[in-house]
């Protein structure tokens, strides 16, 4: 099992998605939680790592925990993703591994991995994004 954390940030209808340097597909910022770092800690040190920005700890709030067959791995990998709705400060500006950020709608989550289609659906499902 992989254990993540995942910035949730919607505007105008979209939500904010980034493409490391390596992959194809799409996924919510975030990552691995190192040495059982919070939930918190893990996605303020992943978010300011990834993008430059910091999270606004009091804006954050839990969406929920999702699973599924992780990217790139086999079948009996699962990715278990926690996520955070969560305002930052500062610009976007994608650093380490990260390659590039979009603001995707309901319709591009065929470019993202299996666990962020299901974050996708839930999200329409709460008519937050288009």
């Not at 105008?12 to 919510?28: E, G, M, N, P």
């Not at 303020?44 to 929920?64: C, D, F, N, Q």
């Not at 989550?109 to 659906?121: E, G, L, Y």
Request: aromatic fraction near 8%; hydrophobic fraction near 35%; glycine fraction near 4%.
């Amino acid at each position: 099992m992989i254990d993540k954390v995942a910035l949730i940030n919607i505007k105008d209808r979209k939500i904010l998605s980034t493409r490391s340097k390596t992959k194809t597909k799409f996924y919510f910022p975030g990552g691995k939680r190192e040495n059982n770092e919070s939930d918190i800690t893990c996605l303020k040190r992943e978010i300011l790592e990834e993008l430059s920005v910091h999270i606004v700890e009091e804006s954050m709030r839990l969406l929920g925990t999702f699973e599924a067959i992780a990217d790139g791995r086999n079948q009996d990998t699962l990715v278990r993703m926690t996520c955070y709705f969560s305002d930052f400060e500062g610009v976007l500006h994608p650093a380490n591994e990260i390659e590039t950020f979009e603001w995707l709608t309901y319709k591009d989550k065929h470019r993202t991995s299996a666990v962020d289609q299901i974050i996708f659906s839930r999200l329409k499902e709460m008519n937050l994004i288009d």
